[in-house]
């Protein structure tokens, strides 16, 4: 199962309905950079912490010792709005592609009370056998994760 979600859909026109995964995050004082908003490498440490969340929630996967690793092996984000401490923001997550070895994933993130999308992130995510080193079938559990995910979009 495939999607070409990614290469059709302008993120500046995503909502927050688009985004079958939704949660809170709290900012903090050290994530605003000097020009008082969020550093952008607080981007990427939002989209890891709801992405493996949501993973970890819904396939009960212990990170520490299941025998294949998710691992990050693309990654963009694009800036439409202004985002800082102290304001909560909610981040959405979607599934834009699946293959035989990796899922990318999309994000959107929004300030408080706000349908309109201030950053989008895109993340190939390729599994791994954590011994080996070398990729492998996305695991049967998160596969039907993302598949329900990618079917609640359409």
């Known amino acids: 199962m495939t999607s070409d979600a990614a290469t059709t859909v302008d993120p500046r026109t995503l909502t927050r309905a688009d985004f079958p995964e939704m949660q809170r995050m709290t900012t903090r004082w050290a994530d605003n ?48 709005a202004e985002l800082a401490y102290p304001h909560p ?22 300030a408080e009370g706000s349908d309109d999308i201030a950053a989008h992130g895109l993340w190939a995510q390729v599994y791994i056998d954590r011994a080996g080193r070398h990729s492998v079938p996305i695991p049967a559990d998160v596969r039907a994760v993302v598949e329900r995910a990618l079917a609640a979009q359409a």
């Not at 908003?37 to 989209?47: D, G």
């Not at 699946?98 to 899922?103: A, H, L, Q, R």
């Open 89 to 110: 923001i909610d981040v959405g997550v979607r599934v834009e592609r699946i293959g035989t070895k990796s899922v990318t994933f999309a994000f959107g993130l929004f």
């Open 33 to 80: 950079d000097m020009y008082g908003h969020l550093n952008n490498a607080v981007y990427y440490e939002l989209f890891d912490a709801v992405l493996n969340a949501w993973l970890i929630r819904e396939t009960g996967t212990d990170e520490v010792s299941t025998p294949t690793l998710g691992v990050v092996a693309e990654s963009s984000c694009r800036f439409y």
